[in-house]
């Protein structure tokens, strides 16, 4: 016979399930409250990778993918290639400005100083060594005015450049006085007689061209005024010029004016500048005036200091003849009048042009019947194409007071507003509110960036790349006087976003990567790629674009790439073999996108009388 329970009894079990029910309603909501306050799995993560990534030696990654095709086991196992160092003889190797291969071009308009890259079969398939005794650069601002001797052990430029004042060598460091060719009273002195004409203080010219820089100390001095300025020179019998510009952390790559396109957009920069840089402005019918031009924004200024302005006082100390000299300047008159061109000053040995914010402003182009115009319907198409004597035509206006293609706010206004080549349709298949959302994901990507590589902005990375860089995001993000971005959109990107980028107060180039960078090596201390591998895919060797962000990567320098899992996962095999320490992370979303990030930090090594390489 069943006992009945009594009443007593089932009163005790109600209230032990309901005390059951209850503690773990409580245990899930605290359990829930645990992750969500930080210390949860997201955060342990990245705390974990901020340990990992802290410029120290990182473990080995076990890294099971989550979305991947189906592999053969010895796909899973592929084995690590290692690389080998390069001999010390290629310690400073520039392989499109190499020297030996540049006397094979003619030197007429200077071709033989334009890119003259390897053809594959001549491509080094080694390790870029740093000269013995190399270290850190000097943090910003002290690298302005000294580098390490080690690093750049060139003492020609302090015997030729002595009494101008371009750089001293002193002990174990060269020291740079801020002096120039055209101001052996230093940049600054120089600079404020700029501004006096022109306006560099409130934020209206942002960016700058500074065409046969030198050490670029005219680039140097105006960071402190908030004026970026890309700087170009030539890997010619001034030794390491550029090398040095990029060790002081001021921007810089080896060019040249000679037959082809510069590698910028059209209204890019504010002003451009040239201080007894060498370049016959009135040669070629006027051809490198009009580059310039293109370049050019609406309403930017041109400075020429230098010969031939002021020729009358100095023709003697020049050793040229009055009538050359006054025949050259007056020729340079003719082509600024053709371009439109308002002279607003000349005092000493300085003149300093403004060009019209717009055709209609200007009563001597209304007759193109005397201009000879491009006939070009993208004036930024201008990779590997030739050099014309023809005037890039500006977009068209409503009236007189319109700024052709659109007016840009003052610096640092600029750097969040939308560009007025979006916002006015001249980039197809953009619109205001897609650069929005770009801008405000890179603001996440950034903040992801920075928990896992506390570095990040901190200052320590001076010169950064930027090697897919789209509209600018990743450097508008990180933007501050510590640093500075290189901005590099590739040539067959999609579309064409550079003008955009210097529309937003930042700067940049355009570049194949399928061929080797205009800089030497160990130039810059962090580079960032985002769906640069995929964007490459097929179209040539991923094993060569990451050689050559080895060749440009400072020791102890470091890498941030984001792409498919499988993409970062043939990288990361190949990365292991280059002296890099590597992490292979989620994306900041979570496991199940297929982005993800590989970061990683180039060893310190430095070279070791090798005479073979792989």
């Known amino acids: 016979m069943a006992v009945k329970a009594s009443s007593g009894d089932t009163r005790t079990r109600s209230t032990v399930s309901i005390c059951i029910v209850i ?20 955060d342990s993560i990245a705390l974990e990778i901020t340990k990992r990534t802290d410029c120290t030696v990182l473990p080995n990654l076990s890294f099971d993918t989550h979305h991947s095709k189906a592999r ?3 796909d899973l196992v592929s084995p690590v290639k290692k690389f080998k160092p390069c001999p010390d003889r290629y310690t400073d190797y520039t392989p499109c400005q190499d020297q030996n291969r540049a006397m094979k071009f003619p030197r007429e308009n200077m071709n033989y100083r334009e890119r003259h890259c390897p053809p594959q079969k001549e491509k080094l398939h080694c390790l870029i060594p740093a000269p013995k005794g190399y270290v850190a650069p000097f943090p910003w601002p002290k690298s302005r005015d000294y580098v390490p001797f080690a690093n750049c052990p060139y003492k020609s430029l302090t015997v030729e450049k002595a009494i101008q004042n371009w750089v001293q060598y002193e002990g174990n460091v060269f020291r740079f006085p801020g002096g120039g060719t055209q101001f052996p009273q230093g940049a600054d002195k120089y600079i404020d007689q700029l501004a006096s004409v022109i306006p560099i203080e409130n934020g209206t010219v942002r960016t700058a061209l500074d065409t046969g820089c030198g050490v670029a100390s005219w680039g140097a001095y105006l960071l402190k005024r908030n004026v970026l300025a890309m700087s170009f020179a030539p890997r010619d019998s001034h030794e390491a010029q550029v090398q040095f510009a990029l060790e002081r952390g ?28 060498l370049i016959p402005w009135g040669a070629n019918d006027g051809m490198y005036m009009m580059e310039v031009d293109r370049v050019l924004r609406p309403g930017g200024y041109w400075v020429l200091s230098g010969p031939p302005i002021n020729w009358k006082v100095n023709y003697k100390g020049w050793q040229r003849t009055k009538e050359d000299l006054e025949a050259e300047q007056k020729r340079i008159e003719e082509i600024a009048d053709l371009l439109c061109w308002e002279k607003v000053s000349e ?17 001597s182009r209304q007759d193109e019947s005397t201009v000879q115009m491009c006939e070009s319907t993208n004036p930024d198409d201008v990779w590997y194409k030739k050099m014309k004597a023809c005037v890039t035509p500006l977009p068209d206006v409503k009236d007189q007071s319109e700024v052709a293609g659109g007016a840009i706010k003052p610096f640092p206004g600029r750097l969040n507003a939308v560009p007025p080549r979006i916002a006015n349709g001249l980039i197809p298949g953009v619109s205001s509110e897609a650069f929005q959302k770009d801008n405000k994901m890179w603001k996440k990507h950034v903040k992801a960036y920075s928990t896992a590589n506390k570095y990040l902005l901190s200052g320590r990375y001076r010169n950064i790349m930027d090697m897919n860089a789209g509209f600018g995001g990743f450097a508008a993000a990180i933007e501050s006087p510590k640093s500075w971005v290189m901005n590099v959109v590739p040539t067959i990107a999609k579309i064409s976003t550079l003008g955009a980028v210097y529309e937003r107060g930042l700067i940049g180039i355009y570049h194949d990567w399928c061929e080797a960078f205009s800089t030497y090596p160990r130039t810059y201390d962090l580079i960032h790629a985002s769906g640069l591998f995929t964007l490459y895919k097929n ?10 962000m080895d060749r440009i990567l400072r020791p102890e320098g470091a890498v941030i790439m984001r792409d498919d ?14 002296r890099w320490n590597t992490k292979l992370v989620d994306h900041e979303d979570g496991p199940l996108v297929r982005e993800k990030i590989l970061y990683a930090v180039k060893q310190y090594w430095v070279g070791g009388n090798q005479t073979a390489a792989s």
């Open 250 to 277: 001021v921007p810089a790559v080896i060019g040249v004016l000679g037959t082809i396109k510069l590698p910028y957009p059209s209204r890019a920069f504010d002003m451009a500048h040239c201080s007894r840089c």
């Open 72 to 74: 053969s086991s010895s």
């Open 539 to 548: 179209k040539c060797s991923m094993e060569d674009i990451l050689l050559e």
């Open 347 to 363: 005092k000493g040995e300085m003149a300093i042009w403004r060009k019209r914010v717009n055709t209609e402003s200007c009563p």
């Open 23 to 42: 503690g773990m309603c409580c245990f899930f909501y605290i359990l829930g409250a645990w992750q969500k306050s930080g210390f949860g799995k997201g």
């Open 565 to 578: 899992v499988d993409v970062l996962t043939k990288v990361n095999n190949l990365a292991q073999g280059m």
